[in-house]
């Protein structure tokens, strides 16, 4: 019988000793945080910026701005959530770059009824991804997610995409928990509708 | 319970944070509702189709460049 062990100690993330390690001046360690979460920062601009060039700078001036700051890193929360949190703000910064005059903010609630009621009601097929090939597939889920207010788009990316929790969305982009989670049902309900566009089982209505 | 009831917990039913008479109630609706049984559905599927598909992807090759700018960067600061 195996016993168990009620005597923990505190874990620590392993992100936690390659940050104490790079901050030491180990650049090893802090290339493999950057292989760790590069391709996350480059989707997460793009998905703000929806530029190439923009997302490839912001790659490197969020890991190199996390280098500068990594003396400020407390370790109270994850080492992802805090260089997230940098990425998202180089990313409005490059944004507001493009459109300038423009307001581009994170921040102000979308007022809008898209979506909060949901009025395509047709069931998609087992797999509507089957009816296209790889590459019409990802042309549709960008174009259907560049449609949405930026401030929903990003909390989806976040939460749904890259997984990080409720709170640590909050975090990142400096939002208050309600105001994630409103916005979370509102995008995951825009998508869907957007979607059924694509997906809706179309024997069903007998369109061919 | 009914539609917009359902509608403001279907986050925390997606999301596996509901209590158990909670989700018994949210059950009970979706037994006669398909309109919410069908926004269920297709909304679990939408998030299931934007995890799987890569649509922003990083090619190694410019992978490879970024890490090499970065690194000299951080060696000078």
């Keep these: ?208 | 319970m009914t539609c917009s009831e359902f509608l403001a917990q279907l986050d925390d039913l997606i999301d596996n944070n509901v209590t158990v008479p909670v989700r018994a109630q949210l059950e009970e609706h979706l037994r006669g509702c398909e309109h919410c049984e069908v926004t269920l559905s297709t909304t679990r599927k939408t998030i299931e189709i934007y995890r799987k598909h890569e649509i922003y992807e990083l090619p190694n090759e410019l992978r490879e460049r970024l890490h090499k700018a970065i690194l000299a960067k951080c060696k000078k600061c």
């Design chain 1, 1 to 208: 019988m195996s016993t168990i062990q009620t005597q923990g100690t505190e874990e620590v993330h392993p992100d936690v000793l390659l940050v104490n390690r790079a901050r030491a001046g180990d650049m090893e360690a802090y290339e493999k945080l950057v292989r760790q979460y590069d391709r996350q920062v480059f989707r997460i601009a793009q998905h703000i910026t929806q530029n190439r060039e923009d997302a490839e700078d912001v790659v490197q001036d969020a890991f190199l701005k996390a280098y500068e700051k990594l003396e400020q890193f407390q370790g109270n929360s994850k080492f992802y959530t805090w260089l997230v949190r940098i990425a998202v703000n180089e990313s409005l910064m490059r944004l507001r770059k493009r459109r300038t005059g423009r307001m581009v903010s994170i921040d102000e609630d979308v007022e809008t009824d898209e979506g909060s009621m949901p009025r395509d009601l047709a069931d998609w097929g087992p797999d509507p991804e089957q009816q296209y090939g790889q590459s019409e597939m990802a042309e549709i889920l960008r174009k259907t997610i560049q449609g949405l207010p930026p401030g929903f788009r990003v909390v989806f990316v976040l939460r749904d995409v890259e997984g990080l929790s409720t709170e640590e969305t909050a975090e990142s982009l400096g939002l208050s928990i309600p105001a994630v989670k409103s916005r979370l049902l509102r995008a995951r309900l825009q998508l869907r509708e957007r979607l059924s566009r694509y997906f809706r089982n179309r024997s069903k209505d007998g369109v061919k």
